[in-house]
């Protein structure tokens, strides 16, 4: 497999901006504080769901 990805190198999917508070993730950029945002939001929601699942809401 290290020998094929010699040959084939690629090109990287996710790129840094040099403010290191923005990502691009297929040329299309993703600031990281929505990131986190997006994912506190979801892990909540995920909480919630368990909470019922569990009989604890």
Known sequence: MLAFQKKHAAQALVCWLDNE???F???KSVAVADFR????RLGS???KLLDQLLGRA
């Open 45 to 47: 929601e995920a909480e």
């Open 25 to 27: 993730y297929y040329s």
């Open 21 to 23: 508070e923005t990502l």
């Open 37 to 40: 945002r997006t994912l506190r």
